[in-house]
C-alpha cells in the first residue's frame, strides 16, 4: 500500500524556469493538500482540495497553482520559479475533513538558484 | 494566525517525561499533535477536539483548555523513538479546512 507519492524528492531550478511537483495517493481519499515547510518555521498550507474539481487556496498560494482533474492527483505547478520557494514541500491527503488524520508524502526538496 | 509552542527544544534523558504546550490567540475548535522525525514526513499522533480528550499513542496523551485556548502534549516514561519535532496544529471551526501549525518542539531523548 503505497499511500502518498511524491515526485520528485529533490529538484533543483534556475529562478524562472517552471516545474510541477506530482502528487498521487491510492487511499481515495478526497481530500489533499499542499504544504511548505521552511527550517523552524513549521507547515504552512498553499492550496488544498475537497475533491475531484475543487480546489482553494490555503496560507500562502502566491507562485503556486494547482489543479484537481482525479481523485487519486494533486500536483502542484511552480510557474517563474523564485528563490524564496526553496523549501521541503509535502503533499499530504485525508478521507473526511480536516478533523481526520492527514498523511502526508515523503517530501519534495525543492532549491531555486 | 500560527499557534505558539514551548519550548522550542528540550532535551530528556531515557524515562524522563516531557510536557510540550500549544496556545494560540483565538478560538480553537480542535488540536492536532503530529511528530516529525528527521528528513521523514509528519506522522498523526492525536487529534482533541472542543469538549473532549482523546489519546492516541500508548504514554503520550494530551489535553486541551478550550477557555486559555492551550493545548498539552504528555510524553511519559519517554523513549529513544520519541525524539523528534513535534507540531501542534489548529482549527478555529468546524468548517475550516486550514489546519495551522506551529513551529514546532524539537525533542531529543538521550540514552
Known amino acids: 500500500n503505497a499511500g502518498v507519492t511524491q515526485t520528485p524528492k529533490f529538484r533543483i531550478l534556475k529562478i524562472g524556469q517552471s516545474m510541477t511537483l506530482q502528487c498521487t495517493q491510492d487511499?481515495?481519499?478526497?481530500?489533499m493538500y499542499w504544504y511548505r515547510q521552511d527550517p523552524g518555521m513549521g507547515l504552512k498550507l498553499i492550496y488544498y482540495s475537497v475533491g475531484a474539481g475543487i480546489t482553494d487556496k490555503g496560507e500562502v498560494p502566491n507562485g503556486y497553482n494547482v489543479s484537481r482533474s482525479t481523485t487519486e492527483d494533486f500536483p502542484l505547478r511552480l510557474e517563474l520559479a523564485a528563490p524564496s520557494q526553496t523549501s521541503v514541500y509535502f503533499c499530504a491527503s485525508s478521507y473526511g475533513t480536516v478533523l481526520g488524520e492527514l498523511f502526508f508524502g515523503e517530501g519534495s526538496r525543492l532549491t531555486v538558484l | 494566525q500560527q499557534p505558539v509552542q514551548s519550548p522550542q527544544a528540550v532535551i530528556l534523558r531515557e524515562g524522563e517525561d516531557a510536557v510540550i504546550n500549544c496556545s494560540s490567540s483565538?478560538?480553537?475548535?480542535?488540536v492536532h499533535w503530529y511528530r516529525q522525525k528527521h528528513g521523514e514526513a509528519p506522522v498523526f499522533l492525536m487529534i482533541?477536539?472542543?469538549?473532549?480528550e482523546q489519546k492516541g499513542h500508548e504514554k503520550i496523551s494530551a489535553s486541551f483548555n478550550e477557555k486559555k485556548q492551550q493545548s498539552s502534549l504528555y510524553l511519559t516514561a519517554s523513549q529513544l523513538s520519541y525524539s523528534g519535532t513535534y507540531f501542534c496544529?489548529?482549527?478555529?471551526?468546524?468548517?475550516?479546512?486550514?489546519?495551522?501549525f506551529g513551529k514546532g518542539t524539537k525533542l531529543s531523548v538521550i540514552p
Open positions: 483565538k478560538a480553537l475548535y480542535s
Open positions: 487511499m481515495n481519499h478526497n481530500y
Open positions: 496544529g489548529t482549527l478555529s471551526g468546524a468548517g475550516s479546512y486550514q489546519l495551522t
Open positions: 482533541l477536539l472542543k469538549g473532549g
